[in-house]
């Protein structure tokens, strides 16, 4: 029988495994940057291979109805899709994000 040793090595290494799956960056993008501004290179970033971005379909997915950053499957990298404008996004909040998955 294993004990809680096992048990917890074992979950140690899946939280490891899921970090590097589901890998979380962040991104400072000034306000109102012009389309096709850089952003960051995501597939690097994530160690994402480039040669199997656009075979697995990958894409950006948030909660807006804007999608204001798009990437480029041939070299992985983000860019501006459309203007932020900080007080249509987060009003009066002193914080401003968006997320995606």
Not at 17 to 33: C, K, M, N, T
Not at 87 to 97: A, G, H, I, K, T
Request: net charge negative.
């Amino acid at each position: 029988r294993r004990g809680p040793t096992w048990l917890m090595c074992h979950f140690a290494l899946l939280t490891c495994f899921l970090d590097a799956v589901w890998g979380q960056i962040r991104y400072s993008i000034p306000e109102e940057q012009e389309h096709g501004a850089f952003v960051g290179n995501i597939a690097e970033d994530l160690g994402l291979d480039l040669d199997k971005l656009s075979v697995r379909r990958f894409r950006l997915v948030s909660g807006s109805k804007k999608q204001y950053v798009e990437v480029n499957l041939e070299n992985g990298v983000l860019f501006v899709n459309e203007r932020i404008d900080r007080e249509e996004l987060c009003e009066q909040s002193s914080s401003c994000s968006f997320h995606l998955q």
